[in-house]
């Protein structure tokens, strides 16, 4: 199986802040990954796919880069609204792991 | 609009037998391949199953193989999970979600119901 690992697991910032998240996978998975953004009690909101690109509706604060292992989602300036947990998932070979997420809290 | 509405959750012993029912709306559930993820309480999410749009491909995670089996009614908007031999380990939310490629991700999900296994 193709593990996931994310950076940093908790992040405190402030409205306005650069943010940035990195994603790692244990093997090459092309830019087969995605990233999801998750509140508590709420159904998980898909972001980015195929590593950059943007999913309709989703602000363009938020972008992603990378290929190979190493992957990473920024948003340009954190709005209160964008305070949940993050995901990152390969889409690469079954079984399509999922990251252990980035839990962003305000400061 | 798209809405995806799980149910068929609760308390359940070890051992025992649970389905899971996925009523999709809004778009033509047939032409989607649709997936069954879950989220243990405090942990991550963990892909669970997926079936293909037709129903000719059908994919479990290890944890789940030989237990859970998903399936669909096309006639009926529906999306299933039969969840046999439960564990303790099996208590987690579950989410039913859509796949637009089949590439696959996940672009909506439903709410989420909650099965507990626990004696």
């Known amino acids: 199986d193709i593990q996931m690992t994310q950076s940093p697991s908790s992040l405190s910032a402030s409205v306005g802040d650069r943010v940035t998240i990195t994603c790692r996978a244990s093997?090459?998975?092309?830019?087969?990954l995605n990233w999801y953004q998750h509140k508590p009690g709420k159904a998980p909101k898909l972001l980015i796919y195929?590593?950059?690109s943007l999913q309709s509706g989703v602000p363009s604060r938020f972008s992603g880069s990378g290929s190979g292992t190493d992957f990473t989602l920024t948003i340009s300036s954190l709005q209160p609204e964008d305070f949940a947990t993050y995901y990152c998932?390969?889409?690469?070979?079954?079984?399509?792991?999922f990251g252990q997420g980035t839990k962003l809290e305000i400061k | 609009q798209v809405q995806l509405v799980e149910s068929g959750g609760g308390v359940v012993q070890p051992g025992r037998s649970l389905r899971l029912s996925c009523v999709a709306s809004?778009?033509?559930?047939?032409?989607?391949?649709m997936h069954w993820v879950r989220q243990a309480p405090g942990k991550g999410l963990e892909w669970v199953a997926l079936?293909?749009?037709?129903?000719?491909?059908?994919y479990n995670a290890d944890s789940v193989k030989g237990r859970f089996t998903i399936s669909r009614d096309s006639s009926h908007n529906t999306l299933y999970l039969q969840m046999n031999s439960l564990r303790t380990e099996d208590t987690a939310v579950y989410y039913c979600?859509?796949?637009?490629?089949?590439?696959?991700?996940?672009?909506?999900w439903g709410q989420g119901t909650l099965v507990t296994v626990s004696s």
């Open positions: 809004g778009f033509t559930f047939s032409s989607y391949t």
């Open positions: 079936l293909s749009y037709d129903g000719s491909n059908k």
């Open positions: 195929v590593a950059s």
């Open positions: 093997q090459s998975i092309s830019s087969y």
């Open positions: 998932q390969q889409s690469y070979s079954a079984p399509y792991t």
């Open positions: 979600a859509r796949d637009p490629s089949g590439y696959p991700l996940f672009d909506y």
